[in-house]
């Protein structure tokens, strides 16, 4: 391994309250530092489920919008009992941070972004990952998120908020096995299909990172927010298994955007279902 960095790592919990652990690891999932506490089992485990988590949101970049600068900025994972950041800490090289529910978000996004500055003496490049293929296109297919035809289940929920809230992309909804079970007017299923697979295994890493952000008996997941220069995905539990995942442009109200999809969850219930048994009465 190379130079252990976790005394540079104590900054964030020493002066953030309500932070927990900060873990820098490498592109590969190989752990470089870690705050005092941790299990070196447990760092593992979070290093390894931040570098897949990291590489699955490159991959979504076209949902999020079109655009030249699909630079991914972070992601958030929310559960009950706390907060799990990740951000870029130079090329090849990511921090996540965690922190309980009411940790002050502005301050310990500060000092993250603080830390990665002065790790810049010991890793290179900016903190900020370019999300292009190393052909130099971007992630997607060939950079085009606007398709022909549909998948077959538009959800009109769904073609509601995204018609009605400033800035709103595309849904699609999961079902527990993975697969969409409908989305919102003018996605491929080609798209759907492709995002659903990747969000599929997105939420598969933000569960591993649960004791991360707290030991809980009742540890729940709520949500995972990826962040690119152009725009933001949203992953949302839908209930049954199932789950909701949105897309919206940098600067939409995205408040506005994920109560609203808060609120229709509720009304989705009669699309979760096998695959073959959708009803979109």
């Not at 652990?21 to 005092?36: C, I, Q, Y």
């Amino acid at each position: 391994m190379t130079t252990d960095l976790s005394w540079m790592l104590e900054d964030i919990v020493v002066n953030v309250p309500k932070a927990r652990h900060a873990v820098l690891l490498s592109a590969d999932g190989l752990p470089r530092g870690a705050t005092d506490g941790m299990a070196t089992k447990d760092v593992r485990t979070i290093s390894a489920a931040m570098a897949g988590m990291q590489s699955l949101s490159r991959a979504t970049s076209h949902f999020a919008g079109p655009g030249e600068d699909r630079q991914w900025n972070q992601t958030i994972i929310e559960f009950s009992h706390g907060w799990i950041f990740l951000i870029g800490a130079g090329q090849g090289a990511y921090l996540a941070a965690a922190a309980a529910p009411d940790v002050d978000m502005q301050q310990i996004s500060f000092r993250m972004h603080r830390l990665v500055a002065r790790l810049g003496n010991n890793l290179t490049s900016p903190p900020r990952v370019n999300t292009e293929s190393p052909q130099g296109r971007p992630d997607g297919p060939q950079g085009q998120d606007e398709v022909r035809g549909g998948t077959g289940i538009p959800i009109v929920d769904l073609d509601g908020v995204v018609g009605e809230v400033r800035g709103a992309r595309h849904a699609v909804l999961l079902g527990s096995d993975g697969l969409p079970r409908g989305a919102t007017a003018g996605m491929s299923q080609d798209l759907a299909d492709t995002i659903s697979a990747a969000m599929t295994g997105i939420h598969a890493y933000s569960r591993a990172t649960s004791q991360f952000a707290g030991v809980r008996q009742d540890a729940e997941w709520r949500q995972t927010v990826i962040e690119f220069q152009h725009g933001w995905i949203f992953l949302i539990s839908a209930g049954h298994g199932a789950f909701l995942a949105a897309a919206a442009e940098h600067d939409a109200d995205i408040e506005e955007f994920t109560t609203r999809l808060h609120q229709v969850v509720p009304r989705l219930s009669a699309y979760v279902a096998s695959r073959g048994q959708v009803s979109n009465a």
